[in-house]
């Protein structure tokens, strides 16, 4: 096979993608992609030898990070961009080897360089997934690399805000690190927890950054209509991003709006002083072929979940920070403290039409930890007088397959006394469906963003210490979260790493997940996967 790749949710067959990714991946950029991690690992393994030496290892982390970053679903189809972070890495390791004496029998991922194309071309087959052949080594070393991708994700946020930490960093290096070193299943089993608990850290770390700089998301009704100006449709997650590009759009005659993932841009109270931002167009990230071509106007993609450009608005759409496509104008990153420089989006912007209106309306939406802490009493209330039967947590991402309507299909059945909590682009499943109120807190609660669930964890241990409860899972909660990419892996290892137990994922469990692992897993964690609604809907409601 010319590449093996299973790291999502729609990897082929729920087995792999072996000659092009699901996603678009061409196997090219799949092997080179392959190529880099394989470099980033052996770049790991050095930086924690000079970790344990006592030496800061800032840098080399945060380099690790941005190149996990770029090679999770959907965030880099760019196989020139790969190929530098290939080479950066190598150049990286050389300078760790010449700085100190790593010792003997170093790991291939250690002590290989490359100065052509060529040559990384020839480590394709060691740089496999595949070159593990263990299936349950594999699988652990993959379960850990895909958590860390995600985690990678989080901690390029919240870096790129000012807020780092570097026993984040160290833990990071160690894990990835283990995934070459001689590990048995029950070592790397105890590392797969670990990286859990980094999960956790990482995403209270992001939580601390978003708010500590934007203000607390609060309850907002956001508008899904359209104005007659010509705007800019921003995607992905980047809140800085947004930041920018409102600030350098203002007194313009330019609008901004929203796009999947981005749409809690419009919960924080720092970028509701900006007039020319109207509120949010479309829907999931998968929509984006018939929804990028009748916004008109230019697109901007801040992070993952870029999906192949169509030609009806390639002469329109920008990538930023991680995200790449071949061909697509790249917005440079900041220098010397500056903001990135959007003007040549802006500049064609007032030369498009205005979006056509593809919908009308509104969604609320804002319930991050703190905003659901201030409605505390009125929430306990509830549940006590039997109002609030359960709490669903129906978080992750969406997806293009039709077993994805599961979903939709199970937030329509229950019961009008269970309240869905949700972060993340799976509540574009029903986040538009008209599901009512208890008492005045509607029944979905969205916190925000994949990047925004640590909220969801953070409401349910303030639950727990409010019903002074002695075991998290004694909570009235439940789960049936979709999956799709690297973030969502790392979500899940987070919510095991606290404690939940009985977790439902979907539509299918990972293909990288042995039987033995996954065994292991079930054992431990009592981890579900989905069903069908009806009987998944008796287990949540009794």
């Not at 740089?127 to 990678?152: C, M, N, P, Q």
């Not at 969801?456 to 075991?471: C, H, N, P, S």
């Amino acid at each position: 096979m010319s590449m093996f790749c299973f790291q999502c949710q729609e990897a082929a067959k729920n087995t792999g993608c072996t000659t092009r990714g699901v996603c678009g991946r061409e196997e090219v950029t799949a092997n080179h992609m392959d190529v880099l991690v394989y470099n980033l690992k052996g770049l790991a393994w050095l930086a924690g030898r000079k970790a344990a030496a006592g030496q800061t290892i800032v840098s080399d982390a945060a380099f690790i990070t941005r190149g996990l970053f770029a090679t999770i679903t959907n965030a880099n189809f760019d196989t020139d961009r790969i190929i530098a972070l290939t080479f950066e890495a190598i150049e990286r390791k050389r300078a760790l080897l010449e700085a100190g004496d790593p010792g003997e029998n170093l790991p291939p991922e250690v002590s290989f360089e490359a100065g052509t194309v060529p040559e990384l071309e020839a480590l394709f087959p060691e740089a496999s997934v595949l070159a593990t052949r263990d299936d349950d080594i594999r699988s652990l070393r993959e379960f850990i690399v895909y958590g860390l991708k995600g985690i990678a994700a989080y901690a390029d946020h919240a870096s790129t805000l000012g807020y780092e930490d570097e026993e984040i960093s160290r833990e990071i290096v160690t894990e990835l690190a283990a995934t070459i070193e001689d590990r048995s299943i029950e070592e790397l089993t105890q590392v797969l927890i670990d990286t859990g608990n980094t999960a956790v850290k990482t995403m209270a770390l992001l939580d601390s950054a978003n708010t500590g700089t934007y203000g607390h998301p609060e309850i907002t009704h956001v508008n899904l209509g359209t104005r007659d100006r010509p705007g800019i449709l921003i995607s992905g997650h980047d809140l800085k991003d947004m930041a920018e590009l409102l600030e350098q759009t203002r007194d313009t005659g330019v609008d901004v709006y929203t796009h999947s993932e981005m749409l809690p841009a419009n919960y924080y109270p720092a970028f509701k002083k900006y007039d020319h931002f109207v509120g949010n167009y479309g829907g999931s990230w998968y929509e984006q072929g018939t929804e990028f071509a009748s916004f008109n106007g230019p697109i901007l993609m801040t992070t993952n979940c870029i999906t192949p450009v169509r030609p009806a608005y390639r002469d329109r759409i920008f990538t930023t920070g991680m995200a790449g496509y071949p061909g697509v104008p790249h917005i440079a990153d900041r220098e010397d403290g500056r903001p990135k420089d959007f003007s040549r989006v802006i500049e064609l912007a007032k030369r498009c039409d205005p979006p056509e209106q593809i919908e009308e309306g509104e969604i609320v939406g804002g319930f991050a930890h703190h905003q659901v802490e201030a409605l505390a009493d009125q929430v306990v209330d509830a549940v006590k007088s039997g109002a609030i039967r359960k709490f669903v947590v129906m978080g992750g991402c969406d997806g293009r397959m039709k077993s994805r309507e599961y979903f939709a299909d199970l937030a329509k059945e229950l019961p009008r006394d269970t309240v869905i909590m949700t972060a993340g682009c799976a509540k574009y499943r029903y986040n538009k469906l008209d599901l009512g109120d208890i008492g005045g807190i509607p029944r979905v609660l969205d916190a925000g963003q994949c990047n925004d669930s640590y909220s969801i964890a953070a409401i349910a241990l303030k639950l727990k210490e409010l019903f002074e409860l002695d075991d998290i899972n004694d909570l009235p909660v439940d789960f049936a979260i979709a999956w799709y990419e690297q973030k969502a892996v790392c979500v899940l290892l987070a919510l095991l790493a606290l404690g939940f137990k009985g977790v439902r994922i979907g539509p299918t469990l990972p293909a990288f997940v042995s039987d033995t692992v996954k065994a292991t897993i079930v054992e431990a964690f009592d981890l579900k996967a989905t069903s069908d609604v009806k009987s998944d809907l008796a287990a949540i409601v009794g």
